[in-house]
């Protein structure tokens, strides 16, 4: 039986959701607790945030996407959970 390529991009996209409420708790629990790693955070935040958002247009603009919707959904989804997951395992070291 051959399974539903949407389904997978779907449950994808519902972890990427997920990782990235815990990332969203991790760094309003660091920046609450203020001085210099809050603001580092908050700086770092917003570099990363343009630099993965260029680099996805970058792809987009070359075809790194691929050629179909699918295609480009997917590795959209897999391009912000790469960044996610990094992000998570950073802030959760103690």
Do not use: C, F
Not at 62 to 81: D, E, F, K, N
């Amino acid at each position: 039986m051959r399974t539903n390529p949407w389904m997978k991009l779907t449950m994808d996209a519902w972890s990427l959701g997920m990782e990235a409420s815990s990332v969203i708790g991790l760094r309003a629990l660091k920046m609450a607790a203020g001085g210099p790693a809050a603001q580092t955070e908050a700086a770092l935040m917003i570099n990363e945030k343009i630099a993965s958002t260029l680099a996805l247009q970058m792809r987009a603009a070359t075809g790194g996407l691929g050629t179909t919707p699918h295609g480009a959904a997917s590795r959209t989804v897999a391009h912000y959970r790469r960044k996610v997951r990094a992000n998570r395992r950073r802030l959760s070291k103690i």
